[in-house]
Structures are given as C-alpha cells and as structure tokens.
C-alpha cells in the first residue's frame, strides 16, 4: 500500500465516456450520445478498479486504514482543507484525522445564513447545532484553525453571472443544486485559499463523500459508483485541476482500494452472522430499500444507523440531524432561494428545467460498472 497519492488526475473523480469521446459533463455526454446514437458509460476509475478484489478480505484493521488514509493525503499536499458537516460522514474523517496524528491545517463549515436570514432553517440548523460547536471544542484541545464560510453570496454571484440557462447546465451532473455548484468556487471567493493556491502551494480540500453504495443483483451485493459526486465537486473542478484544484474523497478513492475492500468485508462478514444471534443485529437492519447492502438469508437491508455502527466509531447516533434533502433536484439546502423572489431564482430555475428536459427526452440510459463483494 501506497503511502502518498499515486493519481493527481481530475479523471479520478469519474467522467463519462461516448465511444472515443469523454466530457465531465453529464448533460454534454447526452448531447453527444443522441447526435451519435451511441451509449453512455460512467467511468469511475474503471482501469483501477476492475484489478481489484473486493470480495477478499484483507488483514490489516479498518482503523489502521483510516490511518494510513490520513498519512496519504497529509504527505502530499502542502495545505489541507478539512470540510466539516456535523454529519456522520464528515465527522468520521475529521476524528480518524486526529487519531493519525496528522497535522490538520484547516476544518471549514460552510452555512447560508446570509440568504436564509435564520440558524434553524434546513441550510445551517445541522451546522449551529452540531458542526460548529463541535468544532470549537475540538480546536481548543486539538489546536488547529477553524473557519465558518457564509457562501451565500457566492451562490448569488455564481447564478448572477452565469446569466443563460445553458452555460449552468454543464456545471450540474445530478445534484441540481446552486449549492452545491458553488461549492466548486470556493476557491475563486475564498482570499486566504486562492493566494496559498497562487504562492504555488498544492491546496487539498477533502471530503467526507457518501458512504459506499451496495445493490443487489442474483444473489450477490455489488459495489457500484454511481456519478452522484458533484454534491461537493462538479464539472467546473474538474475542468480547473491543472490550475492547482486538488480535491480528495476521504474513503471511495483509487488511492487506497483497501479502505473499501475492508469496507465491503465488514459488511459481507456481518451478513454472515448467524440467526442464533437476532437479538443484537436486528437493530442494524430495516426493511426499507437501502443502498448499504442486502442480507439475503433475512430479507433485510442493512439501515444507514447500522452502517454507521458498524464504521464509524466515533459517531453517536443521537446526534442532532437535518437529514438528507429527499431530492436532488430542488435541494432544501437551496429552500432560501426557492421561497424568495430574487431574480437569481428565475435564472436558475430555467437552467433546472432544461436539464430536465434534456435529461427525460434522451432515452440515454448510463451503465456504470459493478464489483462483487
């Protein structure tokens, strides 16, 4: 295992393929697809992946992977940008960071209390309830710096600027949200990042990205990367990396394919438990769809609670949660703007609908590939 990253690629965040032709763009990969009839294939990290095993369990502990994680990102880069939710996810990597004893430059909490006027709206209750306070008691014991950014105005510009509906469509793959585009420029707004950036300093900022997403099929769970990630990188990114954009996803990464494999184990060698044993794992499981995986031998899916137990070890699950918008196409996250009467709503709005509409009349199906766990 490799102790420094191995891909500095803005490809390693996925990218849609057409035949010979490839684009970060989901809406240019449907454009092209129908003027050449042609399928399309999302390709995330297929060349590594398709090498890997992820049904073998491997010896090394989950918290020793975290670890090594870590150590990868903090020897890399010259300046890391931690970005802190005060969801289980993100809460996750900022405590296995401090675990590593790594170095921690910076953790970041975004909030839009500039255009939602209030702390409890569904834009920053999770953040004042858990995110900040968490990390003001964390900086005081652990000593490092702490921003909270209000990107309100950065959401305002960004859609201000991009005045047509069709210069938005190409920024947005899935999630069809104002803020999580401008998420991406951060690094055009933020003063004290674009000049570390400009003085030649190599500027990470990661991610706590979704937890793995396991389907079933014959059978079997498969691991399957769907192209949902511009949540916290889109298109724009990715068209910026030469120009020093360096972004990192904490667990679903090439860098370290064993983090997930150990991942996919824990969950398969959980499934294996036996029936004797009802008492103690029925809490991990629902009934409910879930893309945490599928226990077979009891009809159940593995809940978001259980995946969390079973992962995250520092989490505790009667923390204070929003939840997670139900849509990706009108975000609650984006409910301020929604509910207002700015000219930015209407702009915006149309970019929205003719994404849609592209996106409905292409009969485009996109194939993703699929590992067995």
Not at 333 to 344: A, E, P, S, Y
Request: net charge neutral; glycine share 4%.
């Amino acid at each position: 295992m490799n102790s420094n990253i191995q891909i500095y690629s803005p490809d390693k965040f996925g990218f849609y393929e057409v035949g010979e032709y490839r684009t970060y763009s989901k809406i240019e990969a449907i454009e092209y697809a129908a003027k050449n009839k042609k399928d399309i294939h999302w390709n995330y990290n297929d060349e590594v992946f398709s090498k890997v095993d992820f049904s073998k369990e491997i010896s090394i502990s989950l918290n020793e992977l975290y670890k090594l994680r870590c150590r990868q990102i903090r020897n890399s880069y010259d300046y890391v940008v931690l970005f802190y939710s005060g969801g289980s996810d993100s809460h996750n990597m900022l405590m296995q960071w401090i675990n590593s004893d790594c170095k921690l430059d910076e953790v970041a909490t975004l909030v839009s209390l500039e255009g939602a006027k209030v702390k409890d709206s569904y834009a920053n209750i999770e953040q004042y309830t858990v995110a900040i306070p968490n990390i003001i008691t964390l900086s005081e014991k652990y000593k490092f710096d702490y921003t909270v950014i209000d990107f309100s105005k950065f959401i305002m510009d960004y859609i201000s600027t991009n005045d047509r509906h069709e210069h938005i469509l190409y920024d947005m793959n899935f999630n069809i949200s104002p803020n999580n585009i401008a998420k991406s420029l951060l690094r055009h707004n933020v003063e004290k990042w674009k000049n570390l950036i400009i003085s030649g300093k190599k500027v990470c900022f990661l991610w706590g990205m979704e937890k793995l997403n396991i389907i079933n099929g014959g059978g079997n769970n498969y691991l399957k990367f769907a192209d949902r990630y511009d949540n916290v990188l889109s298109p724009i990114v990715q068209r910026n990396y030469n120009n020093g954009w360096y972004d990192e996803f904490f667990s679903i990464t090439p860098d370290l394919p064993e983090l997930m494999i150990k991942q996919c184990n824990i969950i398969k060698n959980f499934f294996k438990i036996k029936n004797t044993n009802l008492h103690s794992i029925l809490p991990y499981y629902q009934q409910k769809y879930s893309s945490c995986g599928y226990n077979r031998s009891l009809n159940l899916y593995l809940s978001d609670d259980g995946y969390r137990k079973l992962m995250y070890p520092y989490w505790d699950l009667n923390t204070f949660s929003s939840g997670k918008s139900i849509s990706t196409l009108k975000s609650r996250l984006d409910n301020w703007i929604w509910d207002g009467n700015m000219i930015q709503k209407d702009i915006f709005l149309s970019s929205h609908d003719h994404f849609q509409i592209k996106t409905l009349n292409s009969h485009t199906l996109i194939s993703a590939n699929e590992y067995i766990i």
